[in-house]
């Protein structure tokens, strides 16, 4: 996978580091120097530019790129102004930072589906989130078992748990199922809202589109997300 991170401070350089050790290709982006100087032997490419500079960020790989996040933090007004750039260059996948409730309802408004919020998520669980692909959240309970979520894939829409056997074809088990509705918030932009359905059982039915989190070894949780691709 290749990532552009805008905005290297303490968030953005340690979630830049964790994805380039993952094996991803890493570009970070930011207009301090001395920023740039401390990573450039620790990502793919470090480079010193303006974020919020149309014909600056014009320069940067971004039809190439899976994923674009930007994390800048103190500077509110260049994290949407840069954000919205990336908008209007209609990079593949865009992840924006907020640092408060306006900010993000302003995000949420440029049509920012993916908004993080560092106070509360480490750089560590983001690595691990963007890292396996059709993962939308992760937690770690040892090194080796995981607690997932993930988006259930239209192949298993209208079956229920026992129908598709995750417990005995992988060892896997399903906590709960999320269900995802859309909903307008106080300025009228739609955005997801999640309603955990309660404990899972065998005759749980599985709608697609919803999410499912699921304990397992990693090994066999990686084994699913792999299968899942091919649905």
């Given at each position: 996978m ?10 953005g ?117 963007l ?8 937690f ?10 993930t988006e259930?894939?239209a192949?298993f ?47 749980t ?27």
């Amino acid at each position: 996978m290749k990532y552009i991170i805008i905005g290297l401070g303490n968030f953005g350089a340690s979630l830049a580091e964790k994805l380039t050790k993952m094996g991803n290709e890493v570009i970070g982006v930011d207009m301090n120097m001395s920023k740039v100087e401390a990573i450039k032997d620790k990502i793919t490419h470090a480079v010193n530019l303006d974020s919020t500079d149309i014909t600056a960020v014009s320069s940067l790989p971004l039809s190439d790129t899976d994923i674009v996040i930007v994390g800048i933090g103190e500077d509110k007004g260049a994290n949407i102004m840069a954000t919205a750039l990336m908008k209007q260059l209609h990079v593949k996948r865009l992840i924006s930072r907020a640092v408060s409730p306006l900010q993000e309802m302003v995000l949420e408004a440029m049509g920012v589906d993916e908004i993080i919020h560092p106070e509360e998520e480490t750089a560590e669980r983001w690595a691990k989130k963007l890292n396996l692909h059709g993962v939308v959240d992760s937690f770690e309970v040892n090194r080796d078992y995981s607690i997932i979520e993930t988006e259930i894939p239209a192949e298993f829409d209208g079956r229920t748990l026992e129908e598709i056997g995750l417990k005995r074809k992988y060892d896997i088990i399903v906590l709960t199922t999320i269900k995802i509705t859309r909903e307008k918030n106080e300025i009228g932009t739609n955005r997801d809202v999640s309603t955990v359905q309660g404990v899972a059982s065998a005759k749980t039915i599985l709608h697609k589109h919803d999410i499912m989190v699921l304990y397992g070894n990693n090994k066999n949780l990686k084994k699913l997300l792999k299968d899942q691709e091919r649905y």
